[in-house]
């Protein structure tokens, strides 16, 4: 498998590089210092078509698949940790649930306005008593002659304090277990009984926009219903698989920014006389950083290029999810140390790195769970790519 680069996917690296350079890394410290999510970049993100890789024309999608949607969240994760957040519900879960299991009408309704961010995507499985095990949830949905009352709540769920469309996962069916579970498209706009409040400090950055949502006697019509009803762990685990071959590549973004980081200080700062850079010690930190990020990168890439060529793809995610988490975590720690005492310092961004990178370990599948899929895999007990079906996403260009 050769992972080079087509003269169009460079271009559409130059393109993000550009824009990051001129809308995201200007204002930086400013968003930060105000922690409130910029609707109006991630509209001129959507304009650019940086969403639609993975829909098909037709929908206001470009086709270009999973390495083109791979390299752009790379190229935004390291322009900054605000980007690096947002980018799965935009750009994969959502309009990818609806993608696979929605009606025609329900596709064209809401895929072009989710990857134009004229409407912004909120995936809310997790609640707070129901992460990994989110079969447990708790939130139900009781059928009545309007359609559907949703009764419950849901925690860390990102954007979903200015969402306009919310993909909520509840219980129709409550002593089915995972069995009763069904997926239902909410949208927020005059939404009586809901409430999104952002979670107020997550570690190290206020710019996170995770949120715990309420919803209390809300009246949604039948319609909303995604897919069939209790059916909904299938629309919340397929789509999932799609967004473990993007959530490493974000990882990989933020690993390359330590990277980026560590070695332009590492030649301004001075110690005993001499750059850090000169010393073996610092020269191996930046080592082990570069092949840590590049092996993360390739994970990415044979899982990204796996999907785009419509062969099954889970396991290689599941992979590239687990191996570039840890990988981050360890190139952000070693970044800190490259940093010293500075690595505290709000006026350099490694303590956001750091933070974030355990975003990438624990969001979309906590690394055990990773490591128990993965495992059943190779013991032969559950092949993660059971499921596995053809899914015509890309465009053949
Ligand atoms: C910043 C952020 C953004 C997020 N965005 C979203 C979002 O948009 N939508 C959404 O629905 N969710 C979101 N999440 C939630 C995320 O998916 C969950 O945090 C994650 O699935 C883990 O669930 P939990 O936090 O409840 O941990 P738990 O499930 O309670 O796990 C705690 C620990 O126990 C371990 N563990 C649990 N079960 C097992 C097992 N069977 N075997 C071995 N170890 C186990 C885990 O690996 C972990 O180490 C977000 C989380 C964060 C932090």
Redesign the pocket.
Known sequence: MVFELTDEQKEVRRLCRDFAKKEITPFIEEREREGVFRRDVFEKMGKEGFFGCLFPPEYGGTGSGFLTLSIIMEEFSRASVETA?CWN?QAVNVPMAIYLFGTEEQKRKYIPKLISAEMIG?????EPD?????AGMQTRATSNKDGYVLNGS???????NVADLILVFAKTDPSAGAKGVSAFLVETKDLKGFEGRKIPS?IGTNI?P?ADLVFDECQIPADALLGEENEGMKVALQTLQYGRVCVPARAVGIGQACLDHSIRYSQERLAFGKQIAEYQAIQHNIAEMSVLVEASRLMVQKAASLADQEEPFGKAASMAKYFAGEAVTEVSDLAMEVYGGYAFANEYPINRFLMISR?FR????????QR?LIAQDELGWKKIDRYFGKLNTTVKQ
């Open positions: 957040i519900n909120c995936f809310a499985l997790t129901a992460g990994s095990d989110n849901k925690m860390w769920a990102t954007l979903g997550s996170i995770s975003v624990t969001g979309e599948g906590a690394p055990n769970i128990n």
